[in-house]
């Protein structure tokens, strides 16, 4: 691993470590909804043992828990140490006998291989500096005849609110030399990752599309809620080059957002591909 990206996974984890207690706590909570969706596809079997990848506060964790019953066995795994600290506060709250959490890296599973009946990551790819590693190690860990299932967003055609007036205040003038944007493999579209799959060993590949609108209550709620995310790390860096760009920037977010904003809020429409294949 290169120091660059060593760096970068520090910057990372602090960021997730800031946002671990207020994580999918506002807002329309769409990580609590396809975290459930994530588990229905996967299929999971009672008394199947589950490892899932990047669990986060436990939007896939919860509902793979009660899917596997008291004779399964779930493990989550996160590499921020606090998100792991508050999920299984979590676990301990409610009394749960069949799950423990672990802070890992998700490129270097610890485990056995042929491990898991069920490996499963939701929405997280995207943060792993090396996401084939990480799928080659889900992988690894998952038992011969086993499911492994993922879930990332479908790519957008337009930019969304935050990288285009990001671009707009800040990246206008740079001309970048899109030959030295570093490779990031296609897990946004079905043919991107259904060549992901197959490259592994993968079997008997199905991928669904689900596209839900979720709704703000307003441009204050939306905002309240970048912040507790992977988002806060954007206006973290925003707000050291000085307040003023930060309030900037929140000013013409908000003036971009309206475009959404209809009788019931401000409208977000969500795609995710659930992707899954067989050892």
């Known amino acids: 691993m290169t120091l660059e990206m060593v760096k970068r996974n520090k910057r990372l984890e602090g960021v997730f470590n800031r946002v671990a207690a207020n994580f999918d706590s506002v807002g329309p909570k769409y990580f609590t909804y396809f975290g459930k969706k994530l588990v229905e596809y996967a299929k999971v079997n009672e008394g199947a043992t589950l490892l899932d990848v990047a669990c986060g506060k436990g939007s896939s964790l919860f509902p793979a828990i009660h899917s596997v ?33 672990i802070q890992m890296d998700a490129g270097k599973l610890d485990f056995l291989d042929n491990s898991f009946d069920n490996v499963i990551c939701g929405l997280s790819t995207s943060f792993f500096p090396n996401s084939l590693r990480a799928i080659d190690e889900m992988y690894r860990v998952l038992k011969g005849g086993g499911r492994l299932g993922l879930s990332t967003w479908k790519k957008r055609e337009k930019k969304g609110v935050i990288n285009k007036v990001y671009t707009k205040l800040f990246l ?8 030295n944007i570093a490779y990031r493999p296609d897990f946004g579209s079905v043919d991107g990752i259904e060549k992901i799959l197959k490259n592994v060993g993968l079997k008997n590949i199905e991928i669904f599309v689900e596209e839900k609108t979720f709704y703000y209550k307003d441009e204050e709620e939306w905002w309240q809620e970048q912040w507790t995310n992977a988002t806060r790390g954007l206006f973290e860096h925003i707000e050291s080059i000085g307040t003023e760009a930060l309030n900037k920037f929140k000013e013409e977010a908000f003036i971009e957002i309206m475009k959404y904003k209809d ?10 591909l659930f992707s899954f294949g067989h050892k």
């Open 263 to 272: 009788e019931r809020g401000i409208r977000f429409d969500a795609e995710v």
């Open 69 to 101: 019953g008291k004779n399964g066995q779930v493990i989550g795994i996160d590499f921020s140490q606090e998100m792991v600290k508050e999920t299984q506060s979590l676990i301990c709250e409610q009394d749960l006998c069949n799950a423990k959490l």
């Open 172 to 179: 206008q003038n740079e001309h970048r030399n899109l030959s």
